[in-house]
């Protein structure tokens, strides 16, 4: 079973910082495409940004300027440092390994952003 390790989620007042973390195997962390979804309550979970091996990356429009992804090769993670935070990126933030059809999912953390 593989297991995605996430942490660094937590309670930020709009405007402000936050950054994920997500520890991968490195057998999995290597090959396949790192990414950072979220899902809201009573909405569908959403793509936020990705990362492939060679670093190249891609986001959602909504956190395009304000969100960085990137990956440490040596540590075998994946970041996500959030910047400028809005009540709408509130959601529970799920890491994704995926290759082709396979997919693995770390257990969640939850993002609330409120004042």
């Known amino acids: 079973q593989v297991v995605l390790v996430e942490s660094g989620g937590g309670l930020v007042q709009p405007g402000g910082s936050l950054r994920l973390s997500c520890a991968a195997p490195r057998n999995i962390f290597s090959i396949y495409v790192m990414g950072w979804y979220r899902q809201a309550p009573g909405k569908q979970r959403e793509l936020v940004a990705s990362?492939?091996?060679?670093?190249?990356?891609n986001y959602q429009d909504s956190v395009k300027g304000r969100f960085t992804i990137s990956r440490d090769n040596n540590k075998n993670t994946v970041y996500l440092q959030m910047n400028s935070l809005k009540p709408e990126d509130t959601a529970v933030y799920y890491c994704?390994?995926?290759?082709?059809?396979?997919?693995?999912w770390g257990q969640g953390t939850q993002v609330t952003v409120s004042s």
């Open positions: 990362i492939i091996s060679g670093g190249s990356t």
């Open positions: 994704n390994a995926n290759l082709i059809r396979l997919n693995y």
